[in-house]
């Protein structure tokens, strides 16, 4: 049973561009959680989904960030007209419910220039 | 709002030391809480998960207690490894209705001198 599965390790995007994580949650897992670690700060959680629907988007902001976690396929953070304080670890996590185990991928990295 | 406190932010000690990691919340009204390893540059590894009815947990070397009373939760690493250096972070689970999210401390880098 692969674990949390994040794709790409590393993502370089100049200023403006778009920048699109992918998140495939370990078998049985239908709860994905998204967070983000600056540098220097501890992790931040910014959304909270299941399978077709955002539970709990108060982490995000406002502005230029979207999630969604389709019924087939791996849930996708999407960043748009990235600027350089979105340059930042990104991790997903995962579990069977919302109040049990979360396991986390090795997150992307996230650098922009 | 939930706050997780992690204090010191560094730790040095020599190997084959006992220590203790301190971890504090400001709301005791938690789930669950779990305490994770970030190896620099990875992901996080989850060490061990206390739920809130539990007063503590081990694994091998690691016992992790929680006093949600207080606050509080330590995690306690014996006869410690240069291996064992490494950032360990602890994090309360919250859940309220459908919304289920961890807080996380910044964590506690810890150095074991060989």
């Known amino acids: 049973n692969a674990g949390v599965m994040q794709n790409p390790r590393h993502l370089v995007r100049r200023r403006g561009q778009e920048a699109r994580l992918r998140c495939s949650p370990m078998?049985?897992?239908?709860?994905v959680y998204w967070y983000r670690q600056l540098p220097e700060e501890g992790l931040k959680f910014m959304v909270y989904l299941q399978k077709e629907n955002i539970i709990d988007e108060s982490g995000m902001p406002k502005e230029r960030f979207s999630a969604e976690f389709p019924k087939e396929g791996p849930s996708i953070l999407r960043i748009q007209q990235v600027v350089r304080g979105d340059s930042a670890a990104y991790f997903c996590a995962s579990s069977t419910q919302g109040n049990t185990e979360a396991f986390f991928g090795q997150g992307t990295r996230l650098t922009v220039v | 709002k939930q706050e997780v406190t992690q204090i010191p932010a560094a730790l040095s000690v020599p190997e084959g030391e006992n220590l203790v990691l301190n971890c504090s919340f400001t709301d005791s009204a938690i789930y669950n809480l779990q305490w994770f390893r970030q190896d620099p540059g990875k992901g996080l590894t989850s060490l061990l998960l206390?739920?809130?009815?539990?007063r503590e947990q081990t694994s091998g070397r690691l016992n992790a207690s929680l006093d949600k009373s207080s606050g509080r939760s330590t995690l306690y690493i014996a006869a410690s490894q240069p291996g064992d250096s490494a950032t360990y972070l602890c994090a309360v689970g919250e859940t309220t209705g459908a919304n289920s999210k961890l807080t996380f401390g910044k964590g506690i880098t810890l150095s074991v001198r060989p």
């Open positions: 206390i739920q809130s009815s539990q």
């Open positions: 078998k049985g897992h239908s709860h």
